[in-house]
């Protein structure tokens, strides 16, 4: 059986990249280990810290940086996260200084928000309603 274990969001620095999804989005710090002139960092949700990892890959890669361009000028967001409750987290990281790009809207069988993750790349939070 196949499994996702990492995914990647590429960032343009990944110290500022590790203290926002650290201390605004509340991930914990999995790995950190020197690769190159970067690092192999990666992230957890506390709620699953053996879970799937989010890679917080440099996108020094000449295709990376246009790609989160395009996405971005466009306003579609590189991944998603799920959230218990879209208007709650809204509510926390706007306290916290995030800014969102779309405020929390309910579509009937979700509802989602868009945040600027200050590194180049557009996140949804959704709630999926059950």
Known sequence: MIRINVTSVYVDDQ???LAFY?????????????????RWLTV????APDGVELLLEPD????????????????????QFA?????AEVERLTALGVVFTQDAIDFGP?????LDDTCGNLIQLATIKK
């Open 60 to 79: 020094g890669h000449p295709a990376a940086r246009p790609f989160k361009e395009a996405l971005v000028a466009d306003g579609i967001p590189l991944t």
């Open 22 to 38: 650290t201390d605004k989005l509340g991930f914990t710090k999995k790995t950190d280990v020197p690769a190159g002139e970067y």
């Open 110 to 114: 979700a509802v989602t928000a868009v």
């Open 44 to 47: 957890v949700s506390p709620a």
């Open 83 to 87: 959230v218990d409750d879209v208007y």
């Open 15 to 17: 110290d500022k990249a």
